[in-house]
């Protein structure tokens, strides 16, 4: 069974950084991309960040220049890197790994950026 493990997320002031970090147990069959969405109360999920099993990177307009995404294949692990953060970036973070087969999802982690 597959499961998506994050951790890293939290409370820190308008400016500051944080990375969060997602695992993925069990045997994911042909991976097509991994990364890293977040929702708001009221509002859609939307994309944060996405990495291909290529390399190929995507970034939200809004995060980039301040969010890295990098990951590692053999560990099924992706990671979210994020500096000067904004109250706007106030969220539940959810790690993705999309396969050919399905995508999986986090459970979500909070990150909550005071000002």
């Known amino acids: 069974q597959v499961q998506l493990v994050e951790s890293g997320g939290g409370l820190v002031q308008a400016g500051g950084s944080l990375t969060l970090s997602c695992v993925a147990s069990g045997t994911i069959f042909a991976i097509k991309a991994m990364g890293w969405y977040r929702q708001v109360p009221g509002k859609q999920r939307e994309l944060v960040a996405t990495?291909?099993?290529?390399?190929?990177?995507n970034y939200a307009d809004s995060v980039k220049g301040r969010f890295t995404i990098f990951r590692d294949n053999a560990k099924n692990l992706v990671n979210l890197q994020m500096n000067s953060l904004e109250r706007e970036d106030t969220a539940t973070y959810y790690c993705?790994?999309?396969?050919?087969?399905?995508?999986?999802w986090g459970q979500g982690t909070q990150v909550t950026v005071s000002s």
């Open positions: 990495i291909t099993i290529g390399g190929s990177l």
């Open positions: 993705n790994v999309d396969s050919i087969m399905r995508s999986y």
